[in-house]
Structure formats: structure tokens, C-alpha cells
């Protein structure tokens, strides 16, 4: 996009790939079919349904590493100015959190209980 900076470019791309990803991954519960666990999916998120919910498999490790890496990326790139690097942080960390072994299955303040 010719009237953005770099930073302004690369700060978008992590905020918006994060965003997207917490959506999809940690927001939305249910699937988008018929699953033979008699309804057990329909009350968990994407993460939470992922490799039957065994932690630290490859794929969960795939999808913890890819955020890390564009965050490093997009710091790299911003030349950590202050700005950049505090939104890019709260990015990382909105979507780092969630992944954690001991929020499986916590709905926290209500959001999400449904």
C-alpha cells in the first residue's frame, strides 16, 4: 500500500493476523459440522478442540510459534519504536495467553460462557 509506511505496514499485518486468529481460534466455539461426540464440541473453542485437547502437540506448537514469529518480525522491522512495539506486544500477548494449559476450558469474566 503506497501511502503507509513500513512500520505502519508491518504493525498492521501482526495486528490484524492476530486479531483474526483470536477470533477464530479462541472466540468462536462449536464446529461448522456434525461431530460424533454427542454435543461435547459445541461448548469448546477451536484451541480448545484441537488434537482432543492433549497440550503441546505439533500443530498447537505450530499455532503458538506463528504469532511469536511475526511479532519478532514486526518489531524487527518497526525498529522497536515505542509505539509500534507496545501495540505489537499487546497483539502478541492477546493471543499468547489463551494458549495457555491452564485457561483450557476458563471462560474469564463471563466473556465467552455461551
Known amino acids: 500500500i503506497p501511502f503507509f509506511s513500513v512500520p505502519v505496514v508491518w504493525t498492521l499485518t501482526n ?26 464440541a459445541r461448548l469448546l473453542t477451536h484451541w480448545e478442540q484441537l488434537d482432543y485437547g492433549v497440550q503441546f502437540t505439533s500443530s498447537r506448537k505450530f499455532f503458538t510459534i506463528s504469532p511469536i514469529i511475526l511479532y519478532f518480525l514486526a518489531s524487527f522491522y518497526t525498529k522497536y519504536d515505542t509505539t509500534h512495539f507496545v501495540i505489537n506486544t499487546a497483539s502478541l500477548l492477546s493471543v499468547l495467553i489463551p494458549k495457555l494449559p491452564q485457561l483450557h476450558g476458563v471462560r474469564i469474566l463471563g466473556i465467552n460462557k455461551y
Open 15 to 40: 495486528v490484524i493476523h492476530n486479531l483474526g486468529m483470536y477470533v477464530f481460534m479462541h472466540a468462536v466455539k462449536g464446529t461448522p459440522f456434525e461431530t460424533p461426540d454427542q454435543g461435547k
